[in-house]
């Protein structure tokens, strides 16, 4: 059998934190950027860099990016080691590919692998991709865990989404109780 190849080959990566190059995360900042424009800060990018990324080439091009990064949620006295997924994009000429759902099924098999709960704040446009998947809306209110103390952190623009593992409860959430993000500068949630 020949080991020939006639077109580009698309390749998945997942790399623990630290193992990419500053280069290489220069590359995916700049697709995450691109993705969502003047609104993306330098934080936002910023709380991902620490976390578990998924990145998919093709020909050396970095075509999706996303990072799963370890969190404390906590809900109703319990706490939740949360794989929270954060810079989550596609390059412009490349949607509608399945990349979307490919960078996904990876980042899902990290929070499933590694941690109890899945979590993400996701851009309005995105829900419906994420809820096909399995990703559950959170209705309920929002506070955070910060230096002074729990407090509210209720946004209109807020979509939080919840991905229950088989290590988690899916009836488990009330959304009476509120659901509450560990501290981390910038965006909380």
């Known amino acids: 059998m020949s080991s020939w190849h006639s077109g580009s080959v698309t390749k998945v990566r997942v790399a623990e934190s630290g193992e990419l190059s500053q280069g290489q995360l220069d590359t995916a900042e700049a697709l995450v950027r691109s993705a969502f424009?003047?609104?993306f800060r330098p934080h936002d990018w910023l709380h991902g860099v620490d976390?578990?990324?998924v990145v998919i080439s093709d020909g050396g091009v970095l075509l999706a990016h996303a990072s799963v990064v370890?969190?404390?949620l906590r809900h109703d006295g319990r706490d939740f080691d949360t794989g929270y997924v954060?810079?989550?994009a596609v390059?412009?000429?490349h949607q509608g590919r399945g990349l979307g759902r490919l960078v996904m099924d990876y980042a899902e098999s990290v929070v499933r692998e590694r941690h109890v709960l899945?979590?993400?704040n996701a851009v309005q446009s995105a829900v419906p991709f994420y809820a096909a998947r399995g990703w559950v809306p959170w209705e309920g209110p929002t506070r955070a865990d910060t230096p002074e103390g729990l407090v509210d952190t209720y946004?209109?623009?807020d979509r939080i989404l919840l991905f229950v593992t088989s290590s988690s409860e899916r009836d488990g959430f009330s959304k009476g109780v509120p659901l509450i993000c560990d501290w981390r500068e910038g965006d909380l949630w």
């Open 51 to 53: 976390g578990v990324h």
């Open 70 to 72: 370890t969190r404390t």
């Open 118 to 120: 899945g979590a993400l």
């Open 91 to 93: 390059h412009e000429g």
């Open 155 to 157: 946004d209109a623009a």
């Open 86 to 88: 954060e810079a989550v």
């Open 37 to 39: 424009g003047d609104g």
